[in-house]
């Protein structure tokens, strides 16, 4: 029996889709224990946004792990946690005139959702909560609320949070008047829906499907907010850290959330790390009422702080992620063209293909492993292949990684 099928048979391993164990890393290649190099446009989902074992967020973490700085610390200020609201204030909040404070909820992205949507009911004295269809916000009670009901919720039972799922842009291909329906249920003191403590909402679906909501849509969902007075919680748990060009998913919509979620990346090294962003006027939090072992992780906080400093001080990431997004667009659109009732779909290196045929998705991703390329699916039906490498990944790794790409859909579906 080999080492893997012990791994399945007894500890029930997770990972059904990728039968090998993988044991080294660099940059955008994932190496198995025969060392087989895969190309990781995966890369945990946008924890690593970075890349693996990024050279100059690693050097930073061996130096000091090397001086026995501090690793946990709890509630304490220490050095790291200093340097890094410090850089955090001077690299991305002060440049684009955003004014939060910075929460540490938890390690995880959920942990981040969870302290908003807590804090959002707080502020406002309010307990409905307003998501989209195809929400994906974590798994958690609280979190898993707000997410969408075929994003495998595991048989939770009744949500905790009363959460109104509202139609995502995408829902209608366009054709509805789009905040027509939720200002109406807002108006209406028989729809229950008068006064929600707070909108969530993901710029870009990542677990729901890739699915991009247009800048405009953002805008006027942000307007209805502010005109009925509620909260404007943005999920960037996935799409933020530059996954979409930008530092944050929201600034090309032109909004200002009132609370922002932060995780995957923001540790950068793929170190467990969460950010919750508060509008400062709605710190209300009393000591301990949010609090948790594992909510500042010094090692982390190390390699977010050499993260910013190497890749957010100018927009040189930001524009080469656009323009790898705009490559990964041409290739998926000539393969479109040639597979019936596919769509590229996304937003930066936030990228996928939607197939229209049951289980080709799930076929195009096998045949892309095969090759030695790792790539999800994700939406209600798994019915989308995700690109999504890390933003670092070089010019020669990309165009490798679409070939691959397509040779494996020209397989599934030729
Ligand atoms: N929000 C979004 C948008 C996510 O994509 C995820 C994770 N896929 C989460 C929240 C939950 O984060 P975590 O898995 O770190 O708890």
Request: aromatic share 8%; charged share 20%; glycine share 10%.
């Amino acid at each position: 029996m080999s080492i893997f099928a012990s791994l399945e048979s007894e500890v029930r391993s997770y990972c059904r889709s990728w039968p090998v164990v993988f044991d080294r890393a660099v940059g955008a290649h994932l190496y198995d224990e025969d060392g087989r190099a895969y190309l990781d446009f995966f890369a945990g989902a946008g924890a690593l946004n970075y890349g693996h074992n990024n050279p100059v967020l690693k050097k930073a973490l061996v130096e000091y792990l090397a001086e026995d700085r501090i690793t946990h610390s709890l509630d304490m200020h220490t050095a790291a946690k200093r340097d890094f609201l410090e850089t955090f204030d001077e690299v991305v909040l002060q440049p684009r005139e955003l004014d939060y404070k910075v929460q540490f909820p938890g390690p995880t992205g959920t942990n981040s959702v969870e302290a908003a949507l807590k804090l959002a009911r707080k502020v406002t004295g309010r307990e409905s909560v307003v998501n989209f269809t195809n929400a994906f916000h974590g798994m958690t009670l609280g979190a898993l609320s707000v997410t969408g009901d075929s994003m495998k919720r595991g048989g939770a039972g009744i949500p905790l949070v009363h959460a109104t799922p509202m139609p995502y842009d995408n829902y209608f291909d366009g054709q509805y008047p789009d905040f027509l329906y939720f200002e109406r249920l807002l108006g209406d003191a028989s729809s229950g829906l008068n006064a929600p403590a707070a909108v969530i909402v993901e710029t870009v679906q990542g677990e729901g499907g890739i699915n991009a909501a247009r800048f405009e849509w953002l805008a006027g969902l942000a307007a209805l907010c502010r005109e009925h007075g509620i909260l404007l919680i943005v999920d960037d748990v996935q799409m933020g850290c530059g996954r979409t060009g930008p530092f944050f998913s929201f600034e090309g919509a032109g909004i200002v959330p009132d609370i922002v979620c932060l995780s995957k990346s923001i540790g950068g090294y793929g170190l467990p790390m969460a950010l919750t962003l508060v509008r400062r006027d709605l710190d209300v939090w009393e000591p301990g009422e949010h609090n948790g072992t594992f909510r500042g992780h010094n090692p982390a906080f190390v390699t977010a702080t050499a993260a910013l400093r190497a890749y957010w001080t100018d927009d040189r990431l930001e524009k080469s992620t656009l323009a790898k997004g705009e490559q990964v667009e041409r290739v998926l659109q000539e393969v479109c063209a040639t597979v019936p009732g596919s769509r590229a779909k996304g937003r930066g290196l936030a990228r996928g293909m939607a197939f229209e045929q049951a289980g080709l998705a799930g076929r195009v991703a096998g045949a892309a492993f095969r090759r030695g390329l790792l790539v999800e699916t994700s939406g209600p039906e798994d019915e989308v292949v995700k690109l999504m490498p890390p933003l670092t990944v070089t010019d020669d790794e990309l165009d490798q990684g679409l070939a691959l790409f397509t040779e494996s859909v020209r397989e599934c579906a030729p």
